[in-house]
């Protein structure tokens, strides 16, 4: 299968060419040529299966030159004793008609770990594959939980070296930590002055200068992109989708061939596009009902057509989803209407920061697609409210999903079953958990939020305090370049 730019379908790419570059040479995001359809009996034999096999199915759909030797072995060493859950990705009931998908039994306790654990392995075997001599440098920009996945990802694999970004001061003091204290021979760190959104167009700026790359070229050095507009984020997060539909019907809770819903915390619209992928493959889904905090763009423009990012910047309790400009809300926008049309919006956008889809795309659009948003206040009373009543724990991103999914089903009376995508631990932000069950952490969040729920404190955020600091640094925007600059010299 050949895979084409969402800003121009005439030039072809094969897979390992599109994960290899990430990003299209013309800007654009890498999409498949065509879908490929999971029949029924398909979908049947996935449900027999276990997580591993589920993803070397799906994922070598995409994958033709890769063989299936190849994806075992990944898929192997990718869900592995790396992960703290037999499933990977369990599926937890909370009563008949609402599961909670948990993405975050992996080395960072967030979902990030589900595409970041796979993706070292697809493009280090990309590489090869394309014949390419120079060794690839990662640049990531991250609202907190990418940087951190991507590390652990590429630490110390051969031939490759990983640079991270992250917002002064818009990410969680856990996040922070996780990254600054990060180990590898491989790894750069450092804080931008600004949101995440400047971190991102940094990154960007980066990658677009081309006599840069010479330079780095002559190095024997070339860039590429851990973010989700990687065509290799996004696959191995089409897997637990089917995973969680297949662990439904098994539960005996939804008849095989029913629709399920999904509710997803959606920052980039990395993950919930991953799930638009798997209905089209042929999943039951009924609706995707698109979640954002105090950074609303996308309720905005799912409700209205209008994609506006001229609006004031929330640093909110769910930080990995304070975000105005959602990358990966290209490639959809690419399989409602053509390459040209795609273009279109994206140069208004760059120039005006906003622009305005035509009815046929909204009407598109909304045929799959709600949307909805909760502030902080919401999103801890959400919190508090289902430990009070189930002694279920919820993180804050899947605490906004949880609300906009309870909002949703008394506005429109569709009670179809659903499921909400859990993207991380709720150790992960534990002062905020702590105070959306009315309890205050103190100097010890992680400690107090165990004692609270009966929790273990999960491993890799254990005595993350007494690890060194290895990266303090804190740069402005534009010293960003020469940062690289320096890390591959
Ligand atoms: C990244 C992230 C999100 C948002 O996911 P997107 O793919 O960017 O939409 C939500 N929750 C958590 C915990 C995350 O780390």
Known sequence: MNYFSTRNETKKYTAAQAIAMGLAPDGGLFVPETIPSVDESALRALCGMDYRARAVELMG????????????????????ENYDHPEIAPLHLLDD????????????????DMALQMLPYLLTASLKKTGEKRQVCILVATSGDTGKAALEGFKDVPGTRIFVFYPDGGVSAIQRLQMVTQAGENVGVCAVRGNFDDAQTGVKVIFGDSQFAARLTEK????????????????????YYFSAYCDYVNSGKLNFGDR????????NFGNILAGWFAKQMGLPVGRFICASNANNVLTEFIQTGVYDKNRPFHNTISPSMDILVSSN??????????????????????????????????????????????DDDETRGMIGRVFAETGYLMDTHTAVACKVLSDYRAQSGDQTPAVVVSTASPFKFAADVLAGLGADGGAEPLAA?????????????????????????????????????????
Do not use: H
Not at 97 to 112: D, I, N, R, S, V
Not at 458 to 481: C, I, T, W, Y
């Open 61 to 80: 759909l995409y994958l033709e030159e890769f063989s299936r030797e190849e994806l075992e072995g990944f898929v192997r060493r990718a869900y592995a």
């Open 97 to 112: 008609a609402t599961g909670f998908l948990e993405l975050w039994y992996g080395p960072t306790c967030a979902f990030k």
């Open 220 to 239: 024997g050095w070339f860039l590429s992109s851990a973010n989700s507009i990687n065509w290799g984020r996004l696959l191995p997060q089409i897997v």
């Open 260 to 267: 399920l819903n999904f509710c997803v915390p959606t920052g």
């Open 329 to 374: 809300l290209e490639r959809l926008l690419y399989m409602l209407t053509d390459d040209k049309t795609t273009a279109a919006y994206m140069a208004r956008l760059a120039k005006d920061g906003r622009y305005t889809v035509d009815a046929e795309v909204l009407s598109a659009l909304q045929s799959t697609f709600s949307a909805g948003f909760c």
């Open 449 to 489: 939020l165990s004692e609270k729920s009966g929790m273990p404190i999960p491993a890799p955020l254990q005595n993350l305090e007494e690890r060194p600091v290895r990266f303090d640094g804190v740069a402005e925007k534009s010293e960003m370049e020469r940062l690289v600059d320096q890390f591959l010299s």
